[in-house]
């Protein structure tokens, strides 16, 4: 079953932060999280392999509540350079499932 | 590292013709390549599983003799679309999984324009 990311769409300015939210009606084993360009191919962001656990990226980082089912990405002082689709990926079945279904994506668009 | 190139990254082609579009993991082994199909402004739909040595998974609704993949080594797999027609046309994919992690990388993508 496909992830559902929320918001579909987010516009922010220069510097502020977004949240983006990717839950499951089923169990996740780990998150796999991705930005794409317009054109481009997606680029890989962080997986999450464990309940609690929370990782950084720069000014970008993300959560995993295993037991919500859910995981967020966080972009802090958002840039230029950030705008793109986000998407969560998920395994298919089980934990040792390579297979990813993804969401259907955040817009994020940051302007000047 | 973790680069996976793919080629073309373009193509136009008559309709009738076959297309074949490889993927290669430049700098790891991959166990396991993926091929999705990207329409305008939508998700990633996974179309099948390719595994080195073996035959290659579908998924469910993808012609499986439409689209014929071969995974020649554990860095190259290729996806040839043979007959193509205009419906499709899509931005295909590839991703490799590395093969001492689970993390997924993917390809810059080919964009097929069937005429």
């Known amino acids: 079953q496909q992830p559902v990311q929320s918001p579909q769409a987010v516009i922010l300015r220069e510097g502020e932060d977004a949240v983006i939210n990717c839950s499951s009606s089923?169990?996740?084993?780990?998150v796999h999280w991705y930005r794409q360009k317009h054109g481009e191919a997606p680029v890989f962001l962080m997986i999450?392999?464990?309940?609690?656990e929370q990782k950084g990226h720069e000014k970008i980082s993300a959560s995993f509540n295993e037991k919500k089912q859910q995981s967020s990405l966080y972009l802090t002082a958002s840039q230029l350079s950030y705008s793109g689709t986000y998407f969560c990926g998920t395994p298919r079945s089980g934990a040792g499932s390579y297979q990813l279904t993804f969401g259907k994506g955040t817009k994020l668009s940051v302007i000047p | 590292g973790a680069v996976v190139s793919q080629h073309p990254s373009r193509v136009i082609c008559k309709s009738g013709t076959s297309v074949k579009i490889e993927c290669r993991s430049l700098d790891f082994q991959a166990t396991t390549m993926f091929w999705y199909r990207q329409f305008p402004k939508q998700s990633l739909m996974l179309m099948a599983t390719s595994n080195e040595g073996s035959k290659a998974t579908y998924e469910q609704g993808v012609e499986k003799d439409k689209f014929l993949i071969n995974h020649a080594s554990l860095t190259l797999s290729t996806l040839t679309v043979t007959s193509a027609h205009p419906e499709d046309s899509s931005f295909y994919i590839c991703s490799a999984n590395w093969i001492l992690g689970n993390e997924q990388f993917f390809g810059p993508g080919t964009r097929l324009t069937v005429l």
């Open positions: 089923k169990a996740l084993y780990s």
């Open positions: 999450l392999l464990k309940g609690g």
